[in-house]
């Protein structure tokens, strides 16, 4: 197999405390890959040390600045775009590597209609599995984006997954660029890797999960106040709204906001005024979401595929038929 370079893309915001466990094992596991490499942080205005502290102890890292907070869609923007060699790996600040986390990955790029692969994610300190490989499962015409699989059988091949975790996501850097990246619509977060790879299959390509490719998650402990745990419920909302009016069509795209209207009375009787607040924003950037559909249209012209979410649904239900197979959610 031809040399496949690697570029690491890692948002960040205040994650100086990880870098001293999280960076050191991305080199050794890049370095195990015998891959040429470059490393890319992107700091989305951090209030810690977190620039100085890079400047100071790796130096190798290419770091870029934000010139204001932009979120996560535009932050990892910026590096994927600056990104030079033929596979970019989209990295969390917060996940550490396992030193051979290259070894089972690179042989699904000698496939042309691979998208990209993610490993699995277990805890940081113990062997809780986080993130297996995704799938769908349909609520009506709402599709829930929280069901994970694992395989008894690790070494079973092709294992799809519905989307790549932007935890970890090794992709193919040009097939990348042809979909522009994540869609900032989806701006400040939630959603964004779902939509980049369901975008990436309704065009014709593929997205994997590898078993034996592992890393670490460290959970957050932060506690949200009440008015924040407000605002992301309110975002987490409007962006599965955006998903769905840009995935679905025809009579699936009417019963979901047939469903949607009905959840909304239902959720305003029980006071629960943030799904309120999502639908009136997610109407009001109606343009938006009509913007990023007409691109999904014209980028599956000009590739060649249109797969609907219902048939991309039934495609990896119907891949692990009659296996052995452990359901968790997430």
């Known amino acids: 197999m031809k040399d496949l370079n690697i570029s690491v893309v890692i948002p960040n915001y205040n994650g100086v405390h990880l870098f001293p ?31 100085e502290f890079l400047q100071g102890n790796f130096p190798q890292v290419r ?3 934000n010139s204001s907070n932009s979120g996560f869609s535009k932050t990892i923007n910026t590096g994927i775009f600056a990104a030079k ?25 000698l496939s042309d209609d691979t998208f990209g692969v993610m490993g699995k994610i277990i805890g940081w300190d113990d062997e809780i599995v986080q993130d297996g490989a995704k799938y769908p499962r349909f609520e009506g015409f709402k599709l829930k984006t929280s069901f994970n699989y694992l395989i008894k059988d690790e070494h079973k091949p092709l294992q799809y997954s519905m989307y790549l975790s932007g935890a970890n996501a ?11 990246g994540f869609d900032e619509i989806f701006t400040p977060f939630y959603m964004e890797d779902v939509d980049l790879s369901v975008r990436a299959w309704r065009v014709g390509w593929k ?9 670490r998650h ?9 008015e924040k745990k407000q605002f992301i419920k309110t975002v987490y909302n409007r962006n599965k709204m955006y998903f769905h009016a840009i995935h679905l069509d025809g009579l699936s795209l009417l019963g979901w906001y047939l ?12 006071c629960q005024f943030y799904f309120l607040k999502a639908f009136i924003v997610f109407l009001k950037n109606g343009k938006r979401v009509k ?3 007409s691109k999904l249209g014209n980028l599956t012209k000009q590739i060649g595929g249109d797969i609907s979410l219902h048939a991309l649904s039934r495609e990896i239900q119907g891949s692990v038929l009659n296996q052995n197979i452990t359901f968790f959610k997430r």
């Not at 590597?97 to 089972?104: M, P, Q, V």
């Not at 999960?209 to 592992?214: A, G, M, T, V, Y």
């Not at 469903?259 to 029980?270: A, M, P």
């Open 218 to 226: 460290r959970v957050s402990t932060s506690i949200a106040t009440k």
């Open 21 to 51: 466990y999280t960076l050191p094992a991305l080199f050794d596991a890049l370095t195990e890959s015998g891959n040429l490499f470059e490393v890319i942080i992107v700091d989305d205005c951090s209030t810690d040390n977190s620039v």
């Open 207 to 215: 997205c994997y999960f590898e078993p034996l490719s592992i890393c």
């Open 63 to 65: 770091l870029l600045i």
């Open 170 to 180: 090794l992709v193919d850097r040009q097939k990348l660029l042809q979909l522009a």
């Open 85 to 109: 060699n033929d596979l970019v790996l989209l990295l969390n600040s917060d996940v550490k590597l396992t030193s051979n986390y290259f070894a089972d990955q690179l042989k699904y790029f």
């Open 291 to 293: 913007d990023s559909k």
């Open 259 to 270: 469903q949607t209207i009905f959840e909304l009375v239902f959720r305003t009787i029980l």
